[in-house]
């Protein structure tokens, strides 16, 4: 397999070493169907160790998928086989390279396959041992062994050595056992290279998570640097390379011979996931109040009714989240992963790999900052998941700084795959987990612990992208920009300039991003550029630096962003907002002086 590869990429030290353990998975263990690498009823592959994708590249040279013209062209601009393995090929479901996160994935998978779809395909997942020393596998390893995914099987290619240093446990297998079999898994120590043993361990009945620890050597099959440090990530020199491939193959036996993999059970239900919808409109008067946190949950619940593919999960925070009202209603599409962000984003991922599940997953916003790197990944595998962030800003209150979503926005709108709401009541709530639903890429819901009142009609019509004007007239003077809590302090700072004849008007972005530039622009515009934003969130990377894109292009602006300047404190929510300037009275105090610079100006 790593004939074609020597002389051209880089990693082939890390390919060597999983040679035979490819071999064995793909022409031996493995049931999919080699021309259709989507169908449903096929095994899954995730390559964990993402930089020996050459060696995976090379599998579907061997199975006549790719060309070996294509597996050549590797890594240039117009080729899709990347460095490291993308979705932009069909037989990749989700992107690795950042280490760790591919059995998370696979266990999203697997228990797709064993509680979802209730069907034979199995998911398999190949690591290396520089990524065993990432606390995210192990999350992975007690959420497999906790939920009995016996249908997983993952191999640990121990070579010993990692990228700039030998890996600390070197080639002490049975050290990995005892770590594995302490998680909650059946571990097998075998010969990474015996092909006889590979078999053998693969072939055996699983009743739990299996991990096959493939004792391997760095470089196998490269004299110069088996087992040698310093040639991770390097590539062969042409003569070394061409050495190197004529005595590989001088050792293959019939090389003409074709293998190909056994079918696989067709037994994987057909699943559409297109036009997710809620079977009515919100049923909910204006002026009542609800937390959108607890109408996160409600609407959770009402769209699983009727689409049997929507799937939740929690991260032991669903009493906060109101996810439990999904659990209750729907205990069999439920899935808690307990205090693991990271590996909940990792299942998600894989629960939404080739659209088999509508994904929500929810948790504190604040804790979503762990997880970042997962969200990463998730956009670069165009995944399609839906988190939702509770118990953001400020409004937490007594909690404190350690519970607040404050930079929770900031991270997701630098994803470029992401879309972000910010619904302000149960209303809008509903219908951003509705639109959540059927939009592509990773959204992101941020809801609020505190009631506030309900301010939309039920029968209101809700877009991503467009903005909705909360209280207008033709005298309004200041264009004020809330979300959340603070579009209600924006409301009740109208209240109180009303009594001095100051008119603002006050607008819902509804989403952030994307955001509805041209309505901002209109209406500031019709408010002579005066313009305010306050949010619950840091200065850097929320509403008000998005507003600020938006119209940095606009002549004779007056702008004032209302937002968390320093690290807060624990107090009550009232206090808080009002010590940090965020509060109706901050709104009203910016807009008086906004408009006294204004008449000075004149």
């Not at 989700?94 to 999203?108: D, E, I, N, R, Y």
């Not at 016996?150 to 056992?177: F, T």
């Not at 693991?340 to 088999?356: D, Y």
């Not at 819901?445 to 007239?473: L, M, W």
Request: with cysteine; proline share 5%.
């Amino acid at each position: 397999l790593c004939v074609s590869v020597m002389a051209h990429f880089q990693h082939p030290t890390s390919c060597c070493s999983v040679a035979e353990i490819m071999s064995v998975l793909f022409f031996h263990t493995m049931k999919y169907r080699p021309d259709d690498p989507k169908n449903p009823n096929n095994d899954r592959f995730i390559l964990s160790k993402g930089h020996a994708a050459p060696v995976l590249y090379s599998v579907w040279v061997e199975i006549d998928f790719l060309k070996e013209s294509e597996l050549m062209s590797m890594c240039q601009v117009d080729s899709t086989l990347e460095g490291h393995p993308t979705p932009k090929q069909q037989f990749v479901d989700v992107a690795t390279g950042s280490l760790g996160q591919g059995p998370g994935m696979a266990c999203g998978m697997a228990y797709t396959a064993k509680y979802f779809d209730k069907s034979s395909y199995h998911v398999y997942c190949l690591l290396g041992d520089g990524e065993m020393s990432e606390g995210a596998v192990w999350e992975a390893m007690a959420f497999a062994s906790y939920y009995q995914l016996d249908n997983l099987l993952a191999i640990l290619d121990i070579n010993r050595l990692g990228q700039s240093d030998p890996a600390p446990l070197q080639h002490h297998v049975e050290k990995y056992q005892r770590r594995c079999e302490a998680f909650g898994w059946h571990a097998i120590i075998v010969d990474g290279h015996s092909v006889e043993e590979l078999c053998k361990a693969m072939s055996q009945p699983r009743h739990q998570p299996t991990a096959i620890i493939a004792k391997t050597i760095k470089g196998k099959g490269i004299p110069v640097a088996e087992d040698k440090m310093g040639w991770h990530g390097k590539v062969l020199s042409k003569d070394m390379a061409e050495s190197v491939t004529r005595d590989l193959q001088s050792r293959i036996l019939n090389s003409n011979k074709r293998m190909y993999p056994a079918s696989p059970i067709e037994d994987t239900p057909p699943v559409s996931l297109r036009n997710v919808r809620m079977p009515s409109a919100p049923n909910y008067k204006t002026g009542e109040k609800i937390a959108t946190c607890k109408a996160y949950g409600m609407a959770m619940a009402k769209l699983g009714r009727y689409n049997e593919r929507v799937v939740a999960m929690d991260v032991d925070t669903k009493n906060f989240t109101h996810s439990e009202i999904f659990k209750n209603e729907h205990p069999n599409r439920f899935i808690e992963c307990y205090s693991a962000e990271q590996n909940m984003v990792s299942v998600a991922t894989g629960c939404a790999a080739r659209e088999r599940n509508v994904v929500f997953a929810s948790g504190l916003a604040t804790f979503f900052t762990r997880a970042y790197d997962q969200l990463r990944m998730a956009a670069i595998s165009d995944s399609n998941i839906n988190l939702c962030g509770s118990h953001c800003g400020l409004s937490v209150g007594e909690d404190g700084p350690a519970h607040m979503g404050l930079e929770d926005m900031a991270i997701f709108r630098a994803i470029p795959t992401a879309t972000i709401f910010y619904p302000s009541d149960a209303v809008s709530t509903e219908k951003a987990v509705e639109l959540a639903a059927n939009t592509k890429g990773v959204c992101y819901i941020r809801t609020t612990r505190p009631e506030t009142a309900i301010i939309y009609n039920s029968n209101e019509d809700f877009h991503v992208g467009q903005a909705k004007v909360v209280c207008q007239s033709k005298e309004d003077q200041v264009t004020v920009i809330g979300a959340g809590i603070t579009l209600h302090e924006a409301l009740a700072a109208d209240e109180q300039l009303k009594k001095e004849r100051i008119y603002i008007r006050v607008i819902d972005p509804f989403t952030i991003k994307p955001l509805d530039a041209k309505a901002i622009i209109d209406h500031v515009r019709a408010t002579r550029g005066r313009v305010v934003t306050v949010e619950d969130h840091y200065n850097e990377g929320g509403l008000g630096e998005a507003v600020c894109s938006a119209i940095v292009n606009e002549p004779g602006l007056t702008f004032q962003r209302l937002a968390v300047a320093h690290v807060p404190r624990s107090g009550k929510m009232s206090d808080l907002l009002k010590i940090y300037g965020i509060d109706r009275d901050s709104i009203t105090q910016v807009v008086r002086k906004m408009l006294s610079s204004s008449a000075n100006a004149k």
